[in-house]
């Protein structure tokens, strides 16, 4: 087995420790395609899954039959053992961020987004890569966005949802109008609505995205937990096949 980043924090279990288990067992339940123990977000929704929190070999192979074999599969937020046989595809290290004292408050010019919108969600995305953004993201929660002239120029929105807790997430902003203020603006109207519900936010970004950390931290953010992104690829064979297969 090979250790990915960081444990989480020592001192008990937390809602946030893993979210995507919470947000799948918990208020995004109706979202959940499970086999055994691995629960996942349907594959136009999200790319997060789900392993438990200590994860057995039966759970990999229950992971390795929801997947398929030669799946590449993400395993954000794991910071735990990876099976040697399963090959890392993707790893880079992330920060976990939660509401500290944010200023939340409704923004005037910001606009509720649907899955009308979603063509055009899509192609900020393809434009500014906020992080993964799918056809049907749009209906794990509230998405707000500002049009200038017509054109949708900036968005954030809701995705995983741990209970008493909302993340943030898809922020972006067209780079023609970058400077403007507008991801705080939107970011703080999601952070309002989730506030409305008795919810906390809380998001994740990439620990060298040095510039959107300042950006929260001066919204109200602090830093919660390091964490992992990654991705791994499933074995083409279950292990039994492979210990069965004639050698030479």
């Known amino acids: 087995m090979s250790v990915i980043g960081p444990r989480p924090p020592t001192h008990g279990p937390h809602v946030l420790d893993n979210p995507a288990l919470a947000s799948l067992t918990g208020p995004h339940a109706r979202f959940a395609e499970r086999h055994g123990r691995v629960l996942r977000y349907p594959l136009d929704v999200s790319p997060w899954l789900a392993l438990p929190d200590e994860p057995e070999a039966r759970d990999w192979a229950d992971l390795a039959v929801l997947a398929g074999p030669g799946a590449e599969v993400p395993l954000n937020g794991y910071c735990g053992e990876v099976p040697e046989d399963w090959e890392i595809t993707f790893h880079v290290g992330g920060v976990q961020l939660v509401d500290d004292g944010l200023a939340a408050a409704p923004d005037a010019e910001a606009v509720r987004l649907g899955p009308a919108d979603v063509p055009e969600m899509l192609d900020l995305v393809e434009r500014t890569r906020p992080g993964p953004f799918l056809p049907r993201t749009v209906e794990l929660g509230t998405y707000l966005g500002i049009r200038r002239e017509g054109a949708l120029v900036a968005m954030a929105?809701?995705?995983?949802?741990?209970?008493?807790?909302?993340?943030?997430?898809?922020?972006?902003?067209?780079?023609?109008?970058?400077?403007?203020?507008?991801?705080?603006?939107?970011?703080?109207?999601?952070?309002?609505?989730?506030?409305?519900?008795?919810?906390?936010?809380?998001?994740?970004?990439?620990?060298?995205?040095?510039?959107?950390?300042?950006?929260?931290?001066?919204?109200?953010?602090?830093?919660?937990?390091?964490?992992?992104?990654?991705?791994?690829?499933?074995?083409?064979?279950?292990?039994?096949?492979?210990?069965?297969?004639?050698?030479?």
């Not at 929105?157 to 909302?166: A, C, F, Q, S, Y």
């Not at 109207?189 to 519900?197: K, L, N, P, Q």
């Not at 992992?228 to 069965?244: H, K, N, T, Y």
Request: charged share 25%.
């Open 157 to 248: 929105g809701e995705r995983l949802h741990p209970p008493g807790w909302t993340e943030i997430s898809a922020v972006c902003t067209d780079p023609a109008v970058r400077g403007q203020g507008l991801a705080g603006r939107l970011v703080l109207a999601v952070a309002h609505g989730i506030r409305e519900r008795g919810e906390t936010p809380f998001l994740h970004t990439s620990a060298t995205n040095t510039r959107a950390i300042r950006l929260y931290e001066a919204l109200g953010f602090r830093l919660r937990r390091t964490t992992s992104f990654l991705a791994a690829r499933v074995p083409r064979r279950p292990a039994d096949e492979r210990e069965a297969a004639p050698v030479g």
